[in-house]
């Protein structure tokens, strides 16, 4: 149950706050305030909205994301690439991604999230403070571990060309296995997918036979196998179209 909430004004004070016993961080409130989970264990709630933290820039040849830009905001800028864009906007609907922010996406981690495994394969790192400073993590890094602190940038790669691949039960659904594959300026071919393991991941095409997901009432083990194999081809085939 909520028992105190707080609105800091520097990110000093919310990493002072965050110290505290049942403190959780609330950026657009869309992933934490409908879990029963985090009713049942936050007793207070560190607001990061009085923090700013809601710009993008080009810092040389990365772009920089803040933490509190809005999946509006993404979908906005000209700045962000358009395969990303795109996710962003398949995120969530309209009056959601309003309020939804990039380090709360990052922070929820979910499995069938589109837009993180865009942001795999633009090489996405997630900046972490806490009481002793600012730590860069690789995305994927983050994903799996969860540093400790508050986010507050994701840097991404620039340049390249993208292609995405999905199932799902209905075109407007959220895809049963995504693929979304990015052939870097180097020529580097990168590949992400939702679907197949507890977070997205970003896996070697070439490695697809170490997959080995859950099933569910959408489809089986297997089933997902097959469609993350044939996904994926779709996706680097489509960087060549």
């Known amino acids: ?6 609105r800091p004004a520097t990110l000093d004070e919310a990493i002072s706050l ?9 950026g657009g409130g869309t992933s934490l305030v409908p879990s029963r989970a985090s009713a049942d264990t936050a007793t207070a709630l560190i607001d990061l909205q009085g923090l700013g933290l ?4 080009l810092d040389a040849d990365r772009i920089v994301i803040e933490a509190m830009v809005t999946l509006r905001g993404l979908v906005d800028s000209d700045l962000v690439p358009a395969m990303l864009r795109d996710l962003a906007r398949r995120e969530a609907p309209n009056t959601i991604r309003n309020a939804a922010t990039i380090g709360g996406a990052v ?4 499995a069938e999230s589109e837009l993180l495994a865009g942001l795999l394969v633009f090489q996405a790192e997630v ?4 009481s002793d400073g600012e730590a860069w993590h690789s995305l994927g890094d983050y994903l799996r571990e969860s540093a400790i602190g508050i986010i507050t940038r994701i840097a991404i790669s620039a ?47 070439s ?8 099933g569910d009432f959408r489809g089986t083990a297997e089933y997902r196998i097959h469609l993350a194999r044939t996904l994926a081809g779709r996706a680097v085939a489509g960087l060549d179209a």
């Open 54 to 57: 809601n710009e993008i820039e």
């Open 107 to 110: 922070a929820t981690g979910d």
């Open 207 to 214: 490695a697809l036979d170490v997959l080995d997901p859950s």
């Open 159 to 205: 340049g390249g060309t993208t292609h995405a691949a999905r199932t799902g039960r209905t075109p407007a659904d959220r895809p049963i296995v995504m693929a979304v594959a990015r052939r870097t300026d180097d020529g580097d071919i990168l590949l992400a997918l939702t679907g197949v393991s507890a977070v997205p991941i970003a896996i070697d095409p």
């Open 1 to 6: 149950m909520i028992e105190t909430y707080h």
């Open 18 to 26: 965050l110290g505290a016993e049942g403190a959780t961080v609330l």
């Open 127 to 130: 900046a972490v403070a806490d």
